[in-house]
């Protein structure tokens, strides 16, 4: 895993500073701090920072064809490197080095940039080809791995984090409406945008074919889950091949020339794909678990009861969280707001995972993969009653009593009926986007500032998590809100955390249940088998039945948290009246202060539990802090934390 970087003008003879491509390199040196490499010539320009995982001493990049006339810059693992390898081998390909990057150069040459298709496991890369003039971007089928995209009519940059583009002299900073409100909503940037306006994402599963002529050219989808249910197998039969795929995954997942360990909760996804590991690895596999002093956000004894079933050499360690000092330092890595709190205990992690090794597994992907989510069974419930309940009930009714009915947290549970309410009178799409707001409305345009309102023109951070719910079978309540997860979620929210989390320490994340051949196979299979009377992942925990102890296949989900209420009534408070109430403070033109201060001193009173939109409010202020106001954005001249 490494970063990339680079630049490809209008002007085929323009020549590229060497100085500025170096600077966009070390913007990213976190990601590789092994090696870096370039190639400019008139008019391109590729960067690479190099974490050295396959082929140690062979493997620098740019990695080039015999020729010299294909280059590529690499960001990611190919996992069915060696069988491409003897397989271009076979049509007469010469590769000099043993690395998983080259085999791309010499796909290219045979598949041009359908080559994307052929390639199992996570990449961004950057591909020139001399003689056609083309410049090739591609993304994985999920979007494990980033890839930033700035255009104008001069040139086009690409980087693996926002940072590196912010590097190029002259680049003018500002926010984007748009994006600013979808991250208000759900916490995250999603979709193509980013925080800053004019830099982009490449979408997960697309390419983009360039040349100097056409730098405004279109990306082209070459992937898409499809959720289509097979109803000709048994519960039975998808167990035998739940069982079989991930057990070949996480083997492919284990390659490598630097040893390899695990993240390890005790929760089922990653104690899965512990069990699977044992199994194929030839030494003991190291594993890695963090816990806090706080019973309710520790799974230290679940992750030590399955590291001594399976003999793993295990790490963990205890922690007290510096909150002020930790959200300094993820603001600082993250490069954009990113207001999930579970980045801290995963920075944490990561960084412990980095003392022993290079290379983790991860459980990420199974709940997206066979649905593990506890709103999955409540929005299923939600479902059966929408069914029940005439429409002009739900609208006329319903959706004016949600409205009224008061955000009320000291009320009993079984009062605090708003979302409910207002989930019922939604059709099915809509009421998931409901569920996944962070903030809802109105009080997220009541939160915006006035001028950046009157630019949104009508946006709806909904509309992503719609478009994704939509494209699954019409009535699979439950394959809708998987589609949209693995659309919207999985990329903006849970891959970014792991990346920038475990980049910051130079660390590589793979998460074998996010290979594209088990989530295809998880997508055959009907959601009666996934979500079954109430119980989540119920396929899941019986393909797992035989090898994991059943206290850890049935005891609930838990999952990263942290007591971001009580501390920012705590040792937060005087950070966030610094950074969110100072009139003077970093986003008082994003932010309307006054209704930001008659939440925070609610929250306070306990009268209203609206932590994670405060917590989201202080992110954005430290975050602003540091990238709106001119301050140097280099990363590599301090390495917070590491």
């Known amino acids: 895993m490494c970063g990339i970087a680079g630049m490809i003008f209008a002007d085929r003879q323009r020549p590229v500073d060497p100085v500025v491509l170096a600077g966009m390199g070390d913007a990213i040196a976190h990601r590789g701090p092994d090696a870096e490499g370039y190639w400019i010539e008139p008019g391109i320009g590729l960067a690479h920072r190099r974490l050295s995982i396959i082929d140690l001493a062979g493997g620098d990049q740019p990695v080039a064809n015999e020729d010299g006339s294909v280059q590529v810059v690499f960001n990611g693992e190919v996992y069915n490197y060696q069988s ?42 950057a591909l020139w080809d001399r003689a056609a003039r083309k ?23 690409f980087a693996s984090e926002p940072i590196a583009i912010l590097a190029y002299p002259g680049f003018g900073r500002s926010v984007d409406p748009a994006a600013l409100e979808d991250y208000l909503a759900l916490g995250m940037v999603s979709g193509t945008r980013s925080i800053f306006r004019g830099i982009r994402q490449l979408a997960p599963g697309h390419t983009l074919v360039l040349q100097a002529e056409r730098l405004g050219a279109a990306p082209r989808r070459y992937w898409q889950l499809c959720l289509e249910a097979d109803e000709t197998r048994t519960a039975d039969d998808w167990q035998e091949e739940i069982q079989a795929k991930l057990q070949e995954t996480v083997r492919l997942h284990l390659l490598a020339d630097v040893p390899v360990g695990a993240f ?10 512990v069990a699977a590991a044992s199994d194929s690895c030839p030494t003991s596999l190291q594993t890695f ?5 706080e019973e309710a956000f520790s799974e230290l004894p679940h992750a030590r009861r399955v590291a001594e079933q399976f003999g793993t050499d295990h790490v963990e360690e205890i922690l007290t969280p510096d909150a002020a000092r930790l959200v300094d330092e993820l603001t600082y890595f993250f490069d954009e707001p990113f207001a999930d709190p579970s980045a801290i205990p995963t920075y944490l992690v990561a960084r412990l995972a980095r003392s022993k090794v290079k290379v983790v597994l991860s459980g990420d992907g199974g709940d997206e993969a066979f649905g593990g989510y506890s709103r999955y069974a409540h929005d299923l419930r939600e479902a059966h009653w929408r069914s029940l309940l005439p429409r002009w009930l739900r609208r006329w009714a319903l959706g004016p009593l949600g409205r009224m009915w008061p955000k009320a947290d000291w009320l009993p549970r079984a009062l605090r009926a708003k979302t409910r309410l207002t989930n019922l009178a939604l059709d099915a799409a809509s009421a998931y986007a409901n569920t996944l707001s962070l903030c809802r409305m109105p009080l997220r345009r009541h939160l915006l500032a006035p001028d950046l309102t009157r630019q949104l023109n009508g946006h709806d951070p909904g509309d992503l998590i719609r478009a994704g719910f939509d494209s699954a079978p019409a009535g699979d309540a439950l ?6 997860d693995v659309a919207v979620v999985l990329p903006d929210d849970f891959l970014v955390k792991v990346d920038r989390a475990s980049m910051a320490h130079g660390l590589e994340v793979r998460p074998p249940l996010l290979d594209h051949e088990l989530l295809e196979l998880a997508a055959r299979i009907p959601s009666r088998w996934k979500v079954r009377q109430g119980e989540s992942k119920w396929i899941f925990k019986k393909a797992c039945g035989k090898v994991l102890p059943q206290d850890i296949i049935r005891r609930p989900k838990q999952g990263f948290d942290m007591p971001i209420d009580a501390w920012l009534r705590g040792p937060l408070r005087p950070m966030f009246e610094a950074s969110v109430l100072e009139s003077q403070g970093p986003i008082r033109d994003l932010i309307d202060q006054s209704i930001t201060r008659g939440l925070f001193w609610s929250h306070l009173a306990g009268t209203v539990r609206q932590g994670k939109v405060l917590w989201s409010l202080l992110i954005l202020a430290r975050w602003a802090e540091r990238f ?10 301090c390495m917070i934390g590491t």
């Open 479 to 484: 394959g809708g809100m998987l589609a949209a």
């Open 289 to 293: 678990s963090i816990g806090f002093h």
């Open 628 to 637: 709106m106001s001119g301050s140097s954005i280099s990363k590599s001249a």
């Open 264 to 273: 390890l909760s005790g929760g089922l996804d990653s104690s899965a794909v």
């Open 84 to 125: 491409l390898r003897r397989e271009l081998q076979a049509k007469g390909h010469q590769l000099r080095t043993h690395s998983d990057t080259e085999v791309l150069v010499h796909l290219y040459e045979e598949h041009g940039p359908e080559l994307a298709t052929r390639l199992r496991g996570m990449f961004a890369f």
């Open 135 to 157: 410049l090739l971007l591609a993304r994985d089928r999920l979007g494990i791995k980033p890839l930033y995209i700035y255009r104008d009519v001069e040139k086009l940059l």
